[in-house]
């Protein structure tokens, strides 16, 4: 999808303004302002490319592409979009919590200014002799599509936090986390087909000669597909695709302007091809590679440190950008690998040649993220077709790629689970301890906890001598109540398991207090009157924080 890479960008710039928290002045009186930047940068592509200095022309046309998300990232870290959106909604909007509505209103600039984006290249491409807002109108369904998977995992992550129980158990038992994103991703394959058929402008493609000619080179690679769709873009947009991982779910869209453009036989080249994609799994096989080298990354980052705050952030950066450059990378030759498939499929190399060069003849020597130029596909199936040696080596070398990436997944993710499996019994305690059910975590610990380490032993004590007789989870008010009575009495090792529990129960005021008590040891302040307490632990007895929760 062409605004995948921009709507990725924009969610990194959101989480980088979100960690840094700058705590600037805000200015977003400003930020309509920003909606005239895309215009501005097309106005000065047009110019220089009026006077023919394509190379400046060319410069302000990338930076024009990302404009959206370059206005975005100026609302954030010059105009205090972020500490007004936290003022203004109540939320906390940490990078480390769960999704809220905070970050949908945090995230919708972004799509102000991609549209306004849009619009700006519309409105200087209204030479295609075609309506502005209907150039607008299909772009803007694109962009739709794109956004529609973020949006539905932001739906469900909402409504799945309103439960406490889900969101300790999904938050502290990495297992049930693991199961819970899969369930997610797994949701989002199913609900993708659909997604897409609903935000493009589609329609079953009708009864004819170009049907039952997709339906003959079906039969004829014996695939199966749901729906075949016409994907309606007014002759704007030359393409097809295939969407679904099953038979069941799976579909093809076909552009009216492919249609329009291509002979039959070309056109059974180009469902050929997207036939391929399917018959040689490259969706199992880019989601083998990812989970080496997203979750196997997080793995390697674990074992070598343990990451906090900064680094933990930039591991996962680094992390990502591996596996976008290999992403790419793969996706460039899984579509000669399509074009293959469809060359034997169809016997018809010439037709094939034919149909890259009608899409793509304009630009034939550009490439992209996930496709190599026309002139390089051209010159690859022209080898290809007469060097034996040559094909049969290129298809070695991508199944080769293509298995190790399964296996390397599959290793990945049997050590990964394997992991979580074995710090289930531990993270069910943090669970219990979270809940404030603690007479559960004392009863299921048998000796776990000394386990694990003393201090978490003693902070089960601690918790297990709070229990209600009752078995009712121990209130967030006690808590307060019994840390604030330790602090008084100078009884700071019982004071910091307390507040342990507490910031355990995403008490703010016990996390600072927590850090606080880190800086120097407990047990040299005890016994100690209240003005002699260190600083930081004196200003919350002194100001009431522990009660009011400021």
Not at 13 to 38: A, H, I
Not at 110 to 121: N, S, T
Not at 180 to 199: C, D, E, K, N, Q
Request: aromatic fraction near 12%; glycine fraction near 8%; include cysteine.
């Amino acid at each position: 999808m062409r605004f995948l890479v921009h709507i990725l960008l924009a969610v990194a710039v959101m989480v980088c303004g979100v960690f840094l928290e700058s705590g600037g002045k805000v200015r977003v009186q400003w930020m309509p302002t920003l909606v005239l930047l895309p215009y501005g940068l097309m106005w000065f592509w047009r110019r220089w490319a009026i006077r023919r200095d394509f190379r400046v022309a060319s410069l302000f046309a990338k930076i024009a592409n990302f404009s959206g998300v370059l206005a975005f990232g100026m609302a954030l870290g010059f105009l205090g979009w972020v500490d007004y959106v936290r003022a203004w909604t109540g939320q906390s909007l940490r990078h480390d919590d769960w999704p809220d509505w905070g970050l949908v209103v945090c995230f919708t600039p972004f799509v102000a200014y991609q549209v306004a984006a849009i619009h700006a290249e519309a409105w200087v491409d209204r030479s295609a002799r075609r309506p502005v807002m209907r150039q607008v109108q299909v772009h803007v369904r694109s962009l739709f599509a794109a956004l529609a998977p973020l949006v539905l995992y932001m739906v469900v992550s909402i409504v799945s936090a309103r439960s406490e129980v889900w969101k300790v158990n999904i938050e502290s038992v990495e297992l049930f986390g693991g199961m819970y994103f899969l369930g997610i991703t797994i949701l989002l394959g199913a609900l993708m087909p659909m997604l897409l058929s609903h935000t493009w402008e589609t329609s079953s493609l009708p009864q004819g000669p170009a049907r039952q000619l997709f339906e003959d080179v079906a039969e004829q690679a014996q695939f199966k597909a749901r729906k075949l769709l016409l994907w309606d873009t007014d002759n704007m947009v030359a393409n097809a695709a295939i969407v679904g991982m099953s038979p069941r779910l799976r579909i093809v869209l076909l552009s009216d302007s492919l249609l329009s453009m291509l002979g039959a036989r070309e056109l059974a080249c180009v469902y050929g091809h997207e036939i391929g994609h399917a018959k040689r799994h490259h969706v199992p096989i880019f989601i083998g590679w990812a989970v080496f080298f997203l979750i196997g990354g997080e793995m390697l980052v674990w074992l070598l440190v343990t990451p906090d705050g900064w680094l933990s952030l930039a591991s996962f950066g680094v992390t990502l950008v591996l596996w976008y450059v290999c992403f790419g990378w793969l996706s460039r030759r899984f579509e000669l690998e399509a074009d293959l498939y469809s060359m034997q499929l169809t016997g018809d190399p010439e037709a094939l040649i034919q149909a890259l060069e009608r899409v793509g003849g304009g630009n034939r020597d550009r490439g992209g993220w996930r496709h190599f130029s026309t002139a390089r596909r051209v010159r690859f199936l022209h080898r290809a077709a007469f060097d034996d040696v040559f094909r049969m080596r290129f298809l070695r070398r991508i199944r080769l790629m293509g298995r190790a990436g399964l296996v390397l997944g599959a290793c990945v993710g049997v050590l990964y689970l394997g992991g979580l499996v074995q710090r289930f019994s531990g993270d069910r305690l943090h669970v219990h301890l979270a809940l404030g059910t603690y007479d559960v975590a004392w009863a299921e610990d048998g000796g776990m906890a000394l386990e694990v380490s003393e201090d978490f032993g003693n902070l089960l004590q601690t918790a297990a001598g709070l229990a209600n007789e009752n078995g009712q989870p121990v209130a967030f008010d006690r808590l307060r109540s019994e840390l604030r009575e330790s602090l008084q009495a100078g009884a700071f090792e019982e004071a910091r398991s307390l507040a342990r529990l507490l910031a355990l129960r995403d008490d703010p005021v016990a996390d600072r207090l927590v850090a606080a008590m880190a800086q120097e040891d407990p047990a040299a302040h005890s016994g100690e009157t209240l003005m002699n307490w260190p600083e930081p632990w004196r200003e919350f007895a002194l100001h009431g924080l522990l009660q009011s929760g400021n």
